[in-house]
């Protein structure tokens, strides 16, 4: 009794005491495979200022169609940003506006049409000489943009540049063209085709002059009567003038003052050779060297269009025949470009010739003379490889006396061909791509 007792007060005595709980070691857990996706989709739903500093640039995409361009006249800035899968390299070209504190970013190689980086860097682009730091990124906006394009060039979403603008000034040109050919004299028609070449150069003087020269300008024709003409070199230059040549006043009402202007020019040919077919008659002739004055009747304000009088003498030899003669012409031409972006390029002309001091040759006048007319139209329809693929449609008439034994009478060709130009670069008032392609 006494032992019973003894053990149940020692229970009640220790039930008084709290004993710590046993520690159970907890069971390690393997984590998800997709954490870091979900740790990556957390920062990108978070504001920026909250964003983690490596995961905020995911948020900058690929540019599109509506995307903003880059101006080909501000600075350029590399960024370096946290690569994507779109932009793996994550190099980006950047132009930054401080006011509105917001970045125009586009990738610095093309995309393919998936908009996924291909590897190939960026074309006509100037090179970016200074880097952004990323960290200075952080506090402008970034906005997905079209990289930069030199004036005359446009750029696509994918980063790749075409060419839109082009100066057919400034070329070297490859043509052909079916040109029939009628005679007056005859009912018949002879079937030829043109076969042409040369080398076109322009560029700027002083200011208000221009100068243009244009080498090796070819025409073979191939066919029923095959002929040719030829010119080694010919050179144009013009100018505007500041001061006029002299002012008409009216009194009509108020006074009023006219200034009328002589803007001169200068023109030269060197070795012209021509050679003419007419049915069984044949003749030859070589230009030695022309000279003659140009007076501007209209003029573009860039000088590259115009409507002109021209006239002067040159020295000619009858290589048929076998001697000199003096030759002055008269012409009333004119040379347009329709457009701004050059496409259309329109060409007219009437040219009166008198050929002097000739010897006189049985079956043909004592003084003879020629009668030019022409009209044409070249129109760029495509471009390859950025050099453009010009349709070209041609309208001449030829009246002379000068072919022995063969009657007076008007000869007229209608030609239409195409015609591949090399190195035709851009207009030099040519728009970049925020003023011009949008």
Request: charged content about 25%; aromatic content about 8%; overall charge negative.
């Amino acid at each position: 009794m006494l032992v019973s007792a003894v053990t149940l007060g020692c229970a009640l005595l220790f039930g008084q005491v709290e004993m710590p709980e046993a520690e159970v070691p907890p069971v390690p857990t393997e984590a998800p495979t997709d954490a870091p996706v979900k740790a990556l989709v957390e920062a990108l739903e978070q504001p920026r200022a909250q964003a983690d500093p490596d995961t905020w640039a995911f948020q900058m995409a690929v540019p599109d169609t509506n995307s903003p361009r880059q101006s080909s006249a501000s600075r350029v800035l590399c960024l370096n940003l946290p690569p994507t899968p779109a932009v793996p390299s994550g190099q980006w070209r950047a132009q930054c506006d401080e006011t509105k504190k917001e970045c125009l970013v586009a990738p610095a190689w093309e995309l393919d049409s998936e908009g996924h980086e291909t590897g190939k860097p960026l074309e006509r682009v100037s090179m970016c000489l200074e880097v952004m730091p990323a960290a200075m990124a952080r506090a402008y906006r970034l906005v997905p943009a079209i990289a930069e394009a030199p004036p005359g060039w446009y750029r696509d979403e994918r980063g790749r540049v075409l060419q839109y603008n082009f100066d057919l000034h400034r070329r070297i040109r490859v043509g052909g063209a079916w040109a029939p050919r009628w005679l007056h004299e005859t009912a018949g028609r002879d079937d030829r085709v043109r076969v042409d070449f040369g080398v076109d150069l322009e560029w700027p003087g002083d200011p208000g002059q221009l100068h243009r020269m244009t080498l090796l300008d070819t025409e073979l024709y191939l066919g029923d009567a095959s002929s040719f003409e030829a010119t080694l070199l010919s050179y144009d230059f013009r100018s505007e003038r500041d001061e006029p040549l002299f002012r008409v006043t009216t009194f009509y009402g108020r006074p009023r003052r006219f200034d009328v202007f002589a803007n001169l020019g200068f023109w030269l040919e060197v070795l012209h050779a021509e050679q003419v077919r007419r049915e069984d008659v044949k003749a030859d002739f070589l230009t030695l060297g022309s000279t003659q004055a140009t007076l501007d009747l209209w003029h573009s304000r860039d000088l590259v269009s115009y409507v002109r009088l021209r006239a002067g003498p040159s020295v000619e030899r009858d290589r048929t025949n076998g001697f000199l003669t003096l030759v002055p012409a008269a012409a009333l031409e004119g040379d347009l470009t329709v457009d701004r972006d050059g496409f259309h390029h329109v060409l007219f002309g009437v040219e009166a010739q008198k050929v002097l001091l000739a010897e006189r040759v049985e079956g043909r006048p004592l003084r003879p003379e020629r009668l030019r007319l022409r009209a044409s139209y070249e129109v760029i329809a495509l471009a390859i490889n950025d050099q453009p693929v010009s349709l070209t449609l041609d309208g001449r008439g030829t009246w002379r006396d000068d072919l022995a034994n063969a009657p007076a009478g008007w000869e007229w060709s209608a030609q239409a061909g195409l015609r591949f130009s090399l190195w035709a670069p851009a207009r030099r008032d040519a728009p970049g791509a925020q003023g011009g392609k949008e």
